[in-house]
């Protein structure tokens, strides 16, 4: 007879939760990670304590004696299970090796040490009573604006003490914070060990608690209720004291911090982050060229070709970081990584998101300025040619082999095979939006299909031996990709998560650091195929307000005065259908922020007259028209305040507009003094934060 297998107790606590079995993988079962739940971990075990059979006698005296004093003991010795007291983690260093893998957040426990006192008798049985309860884990309020509090969220009218600012500040970077900047793999570094070391790391401390106030400040300045900004400037305050003390520590203690220079990049990539959530580019900029420093130096003191997780969690944080500043300043020389792939040994084999592994790819095949400018290249045509022809054949590979795991960004061969028949395709607007998608799925379609949009641009413009009017169509169908991607965003994302719900990686709109969808919507908006294209993407800006380095509503305003300057320069009516002329004779311009953070210069071009009938499509060259500054103020039209002037028409023609005229100019000049890697500067970071900080974002 076939033994009948009895049911264990040893699953996860979801699992049972779920009646399912259990395969019991630890820190997270695979039936959880498969079914996209989160997994809330074991029961910790039970501790009984054991007596040798000569200790009964001792006992039951003892029991007797005491329930005659009346002293309130537990009645069996069998009953007094226990849960042992928890234990400070130990600091340990990270050797190169596996990376561990990541827990689900769960609540940490009070630290003590091995000699602490035992249990009292009512704590005991209180434990024993709870042991199979599943620890409580951070609520959201109750609208679904995701700011921490434990054992619950306090009401709106009660103002919290300094203490209690701390703690809330401190669950939310444990929780919310560190789980949505970084992968899931790398919070063995940023949640667990950095969080370790700042138990004894005073500014690692302050810059944690500093993020947290930062990130819980910028979720209440973008509501609307009183209440709200009112608890969202007081937490910007303490966050902005919290941030000024911990700059402080650092600077007394540098040569210090210096002999770690792992853990100070690590600080420097926190601080970084803080500066986003503000809205500082230049303050942000500081910061991650600070990092690199610091990350350089620690690299050095390992062999060639050497990795280990420290290593992989920072250089993914820091390429990320850059990408972010150079989108918000894209500027020759901005990119830090733009040097060749210097660390890619760090990166090969590493589980990096797909959004980032497309940036990467653009930095390999060198042409990451020509797909996030639309100046006119430095490099020489044929060699641009080349690498475009390239990229565009392995990005083409790599995506249709791995559809299953991209079917997000499967093309649209109906609307490729309509464009080879007719030449041309209409496209309603507004965009139909995709399928739910999550935040990340969405940046990353629009990302890819931007790339191949701009690749299909450069063709147009340089490549004599290509039919110019096919290549310009089949951009137009990838920039509207990207728009139904952007639409389909601003359908799913919102102020607040839906209620009821928990989640550690889906971010709403304020939240939005490294995947703005602003950048690739404000060229695509250039390269729109017809005015209502533009008009479509301005108000999205608008709606989309500030998301952290990146201003919709300047965006917004720079791109109303870029029609403007197509207007006066160009025909764009066609058979009763507002169009934009072809590539060769648009518009261009470049958005330059300034260094004091007080507002943006954007530079306008025009095309010059070899441009005209494709002739010389090598040799594509433009003369600056404009110049508009916008402010970080709002009109009564909740758009941004600008300027413009109009250059005259005899010194335009005289100047042509490339990238060394840009870098001429005074608010590009500023930026390059800040090129490259440098040390800790508590004068500079501190010029940088007071002339960049707001109290309020621009919707406000």
Known sequence: MSEVKRRTRTGCLTCRARRVKCDEQ?????????????????????????????????LAQSQAQQSQRGSPVAANANDAEVRSPPRRRQRRLVPPGPVPSSSPPSVPA????????PLAADDAAAAASSSSVPLPRPQFRH???????????????????????????????FFRTLPLLFPANHLPFWRDRLCDEAWCVEYAQRGLLALGCMHRAALMTSMYGEYDQARGLDAKVIAVQEYT?????????????????????????????????????????????????????YMRTYPPYCSNPTMEALET??????????????????????????????????????????????????????????????????????????????????????????????????????????????????????????????????????????MSWILCLYDKNQDAKKLESEAYMYFYQTMRFAATYAINNSKTLPNNTYSTHVSVTSEELDRSLLPMLYITAQCSAQPSWLRWIAQLMKQIGEQGLFNGFVLSASLQVFHKMEVSH??????????????????????VPETNAQ??????????????????????????????????????????????????????MEDRFTLEWVLSRPVASGWKSRFGEVGFSLDDVLRDHINGGRLLPMAQ
């Open 110 to 117: 009070a630290s003590s040490s091995s000699s602490s006192p």
């Open 245 to 297: 003390q911990a700059l402080q520590e650092l600077s007394s203690h540098l040569k210090e911090a210096e002999k770690a220079p792992g853990i100070l990049s690590a600080v420097m990539v926190l601080m970084a982050y803080f500066e986003c959530f503000a809205s500082n580019i230049p303050a942000a900029y500081g910061h991650v060229r600070t990092a690199k420093y610091y990350l350089t130096r």
């Open 317 to 454: 944080a820091l390429r990320t970081l850059a990408w972010t500043c150079y989108l918000a300043v894209p500027l020759p020389g901005m990119f830090l990584f733009g040097n060749g792939r210097e660390y890619s040994d760090t990166l090969i084999g590493a589980k990096i998101p797909l959004s980032l592994q497309l940036l990467e790819d653009l930095v390999e095949y060198g042409v990451y300025d020509e797909i996030w400018n639309l100046t006119p290249t430095q490099q020489e045509p044929s060699a641009l040619l080349k690498n475009v022809y390239r990229l565009q054949k392995e990005l083409r590979y790599r995506i249709s082999y791995n559809l299953d795991l991209y079917p997000h960004l499967k093309t649209d061969t109906a609307t490729l095979a309509s464009l080879e028949e007719s030449g041309e395709c209409h496209f309603p607007i507004p965009p139909s939006p995709l399928l739910p998608l999550s935040p990340e799925l969405c940046y990353s379609g629009a990302l890819y299909n931007f790339i191949l949009a701009r």
């Open 570 to 591: 160009n025909i764009i009516s066609t058979d009763g259908i507002e169009r934009y002329p072809n590539p060769a004779l648009r518009i261009i311009s470049t958005l």
């Open 26 to 58: 630890k820190p997270a079962c695979n039936r959880c990670v498969n079914a996209n739940i989160e997994c809330a971990g074991y029961a910790p075990k039970r501790h009984i304590d054991v007596r040798l059979p000569g200790q009964r006698a001792s």
């Open 599 to 652: 507002g943006f210069v954007c530079y306008y071009a025009k095309p010059s007259r070899v441009n005209n009938g494709w002739t010389s499509r090598d040799t594509v060259s433009y003369h600056p028209i404009a110049q508009a500054r916008f402010s970080t103020e709002l009109d009564d039209d909740h758009a941004a305040k600008r300027e413009v002037e109009m250059y005259d028409e005899q010194r335009s």
């Open 143 to 173: 609208d679904g604006l995701p700011l921490v509090g434990l054992p619950s969220n306090p009401r709106l009218s009660q103002r919290p003490c300094a203490a209690a600012r701390e703690v809330l500040a401190y669950h939310q970077v």
